[in-house]
């Protein structure tokens, strides 16, 4: 699709499981940001690639969040141990190099339940 | 602490009023971008202002940049209840810097 896509839509998982979250970017972006949005609060900042590489990995919460885009394209948000505090939507958004005050493309987020 | 603090945080008016909602900070910012955001889905850019004292519109909404680029504002004039839904601010505090930071959003609701 033409759009930012996240995988899955929907998570529910158990306190101290695994959970990977996919985003797929618009094609030809090469800004990547991840963002947690809990209810009823703005986006938090988690972490910015350019190209392949953390530009910017000050957002993440602790050494249990984890993120990799190894060729530039597809990221996925990788959390250990995952606790009831880390329930909240996720969302992926992407933005051309070159627009450095260009739109972010936001996708529908991946909403992250802990148990 | 919260480096974009915007205001109200909620807001419920009947149709045809005017709003104005604020994005406020003590730092400088080289440009600022209000979203708007409905429920199930990702925020949608609605603008982006990078001078001091910058003004502009989009259809009834009329942004503004302050001189010193530490706030913003977002007038809403005639509301319609297609306007409801979160409005966040976002600021990019370094120039070149490519990380942007939200805002906590004003959650507005018009009523038929």
């Known amino acids: 699709g033409a759009g930012v896509s996240q995988t899955p839509s929907n998570k529910v998982t158990e306190k101290g499981k695994y959970v990977e979250l996919r985003c797929d970017p618009i094609?030809?972006?090469?800004?990547l940001y991840w963002y947690r949005q809990s209810l009823g609060q703005g986006p938090e900042f988690l972490i910015y690639?350019?190209?392949?590489?953390?530009?910017?990995d000050s957002g993440l919460p602790n050494d249990r969040f984890f993120a990799v885009r190894p060729e530039g394209s597809v990221s996925t948000l990788k959390i250990q141990r995952t606790e009831r505090g880390d329930s909240a939507v996720y969302l992926c958004?992407?933005?051309?190099?070159?627009?450095?005050?260009?739109?972010?493309?936001f996708g529908e987020g991946s909403r992250l339940t802990v148990l | 602490t919260q480096l974009l603090e915007q205001s109200p945080q909620f807001l419920s008016i009947q149709e045809g009023e005017n709003l104005t909602v604020y994005c406020n900070s003590s730092?400088?910012?080289?440009?600022l971008q209000w979203y708007r955001q409905e429920p199930g889905e990702g925020p949608v850019l609605l603008v982006t202002?990078?001078?001091?004292?910058e003004v502009k519109k989009l259809k009834r909404l009329t942004f503004q940049f302050g001189d010193a680029r530490k706030d913003s504002s977002l007038h809403i004039t005639a509301a319609q209840p297609g306007d409801t839904g979160l409005y966040l601010c976002?600021?990019?505090?370094?120039?070149?810097?490519?990380?942007?930071?939200f805002g906590q959003g004003t959650r507005l609701t018009i009523n038929p």
């Open positions: 976002a600021g990019s505090i370094i120039q070149g810097a490519q990380k942007l930071v």
């Open positions: 094609s030809g972006h090469t800004a």
């Open positions: 730092s400088v910012f080289s440009s």
């Open positions: 958004a992407s933005r051309r190099t070159e627009a450095r005050t260009g739109e972010l493309f």
């Open positions: 202002v990078v001078t001091g004292g």
């Open positions: 690639f350019q190209g392949t590489g953390a530009a910017d």
